[in-house]
């Protein structure tokens, strides 16, 4: 299983990209089960996690945390069926400070100095790429990274290419000991932006401006057009760079004579705003404050691809699926009895051709439980609908959050385009640009009434439930 943190679905020619170099993975994709329509389940990446380590919608009941001690988790349960598990990371933030997502495994390695991790303290003085008031926590985060980076000079240095040349070696060492399960986790193409020149130079030659490699959340107009254009080719780059080292692992499956008895599995946890909507991020976060922001597309809808042993590939898939499914598919493909508590279902009828389609609907979300009071935006999406909803509140309630930079802040809510629910009709409007909710109650509320419906059946508690029983109002 490789987890590419933060990689959109839209920027891989296998999901129709033509501008975006990602050669290794559109031919994996050629080989495989795409899944056209999947999308996120617990946004974001800590909640993510939880939901691919439990097979559970843990939004109704978990936020970014520690992995709690008495969930049944994947690595265990195959763990104790005899596989050899092992982990290989360099996204920081399930490993560090407690949050033991390495938990099961039989090994875990991880590739320090990603983002924010505490790992080097020199040089203590870095210079920024950009105006400080671009950048997100830029004498935090950005100052962390810069320090963690400090010493680095080829692209083998590189973390994507760290962690996917670990995970070469680590299948060199144990390819031959019998089955095993590998979970393979890089924060890249997540912020900071900054691949090497040359892979930036594909996408925006010549650019002699600021390096804004970690913009703030926030409307995009503090941007400037040039800005947008560059912050796309650092990412892009990043995604090239992705594309590069994930294919040198699948090169070393094939090297090792794996293909035909080994399952692969490639996706993220979410998108990103690259101006889409006014916004840059996938939430809101200002001095002190943050509030949730609409999981459109362009952050809801996710890649997914699954390659079997001996598949003869070429399949798409127009399911809606979500990263619960995931789990429950993996433990099918061991051959180990999936766990009573997994909620997930398991995409092998599928890709067998059995059954088309596994659900109505997906539920894309924050956590349901952190800041009962506070605007959390869900995406509920059907065959042909977005319903993009947040809950009717008495009154606007605060919060404190903790997320990836581990700061403190008030959580508000949204004020953005929208204080009240947006519908968008996918087929006819994919870039969720015209809002007709108002023109299509009776849709809307057909939709809200499978979501309330949906929360139930995950045993959401009613606290939380509660104020998203209406759709408005009163």
């Known amino acids: 299983l490789i987890i590419s943190d933060t990689f959109r679905r839209d920027h891989l020619g296998a999901y129709g990209n033509d501008w975006i170099h990602t050669p290794n993975l559109d031919r994996f994709a050629e080989e495989a089960t795409v899944f056209d329509r999947a999308y996120c389940a617990s946004?974001?990446?800590?909640?993510?996690?939880?939901?691919?380590?439990?097979?559970?919608?843990?939004?109704?009941?978990?936020?970014?945390?520690?992995?709690?001690?008495?969930?049944?988790?994947?690595?265990?349960v195959l763990s104790d069926a005899g596989l050899t598990t092992q982990m290989i990371a360099d996204t920081p933030h399930i490993l560090r400070a407690g949050y033991n997502f390495q938990r099961g495994f039989k090994g875990f390695y991880w590739i320090r100095g990603q983002e924010n991790d505490p790992y080097r303290t020199a040089p203590r003085e870095v210079k920024l790429p950009c105006d400080p008031r671009k950048l997100r926590n830029p004498q935090g985060t950005v100052k962390q990274y810069l320090r963690n980076v400090y010493h680095r000079r080829f692209e083998r240095d590189y973390f994507c290419a760290q962690t996917m040349s670990t995970a070469c070696h680590w299948l060199e060492e144990n390819y031959a000991d019998g089955p095993f399960f590998l979970y393979v986790d890089t924060f890249d193409?997540?912020?900071?932006?900054?691949?090497?020149?040359?892979?930036?130079?594909?996408?925006?030659?010549?650019?002699?401006?600021?390096?804004?490699?970690?913009?703030?959340?926030?409307?995009?107009?503090?941007?400037?057009?040039?800005?947008?254009?560059?912050?796309?080719?650092?990412?892009?780059?990043?995604?090239?760079?992705?594309?590069?080292?994930?294919?040198h692992l699948l090169s070393k499956i094939d090297d090792l004579g794996l293909r035909d008895s080994t399952a692969v599995i490639f996706t993220t946890d979410h998108g990103f705003f690259h101006g889409e909507h006014g916004l840059v991020g996938k939430s809101i976060i200002g001095e002190g404050w943050s509030a949730s922001a609409p999981l459109y597309e362009e952050v809801a809808h996710i890649p997914l691809i699954m390659r079997l042993p001996e598949a003869k590939g070429g399949m798409r898939s127009r399911a809606l699926v979500q990263s619960p499914d995931i789990t429950a598919t993996i433990y099918e493909l061991a051959e180990v009895d999936t766990p009573e508590t997994v909620q997930g279902k398991s995409l092998m009828p599928i890709m067998k051709k059995e059954v088309q389609e596994l659900r109505p609907l997906a539920v894309s979300t924050p956590s349901l439980v952190q800041g009962v009071r506070v605007r959390r935006w869900s995406t509920i999406t059907t065959k042909e609908?977005?319903?993009?909803?947040?809950?009717?509140?008495?009154?606007?309630?605060?919060?404190?959050?903790?997320?990836?930079?581990d700061l403190q802040r008030w959580e508000h809510d949204y004020y953005g385009p929208s204080a009240g629910p947006e519908l968008y009709h996918l087929p006819s409007d994919p870039k969720q640009e015209k809002n007709v909710f108002n023109d299509n109650l009776e849709v809307a509320r057909n939709i809200h009434a499978q979501y309330v419906k949906y929360l139930e059946e995950l045993g959401t508690p009613e606290e939380h439930l509660q104020n998203r029983r209406e759709l408005l109002p009163e």
Do not use: C, N
């Open 385 to 405: 609908w977005a319903l993009i909803y947040s809950g009717s509140y008495l009154k606007p309630g605060r919060a404190t959050t903790r997320a990836v930079d």
């Open 43 to 76: 946004f974001p990446t800590v909640p993510h996690r939880a939901d691919i380590m439990t097979g559970r919608f843990t939004f109704t009941y978990f936020y970014w945390s520690p992995l709690p001690a008495g969930e049944t988790v994947l690595a265990q």
């Open 189 to 247: 193409p997540h912020e900071p932006w900054d691949p090497p020149k040359w892979y930036v130079d594909l996408y925006d030659p010549g650019y002699e401006g600021e390096e804004v490699i970690y913009p703030r959340y926030f409307q995009s107009d503090f941007l400037t057009d040039a800005e947008i254009k560059h912050i796309r080719a650092l990412y892009a780059g990043e995604v090239s760079l992705v594309d590069r080292w994930v294919g």
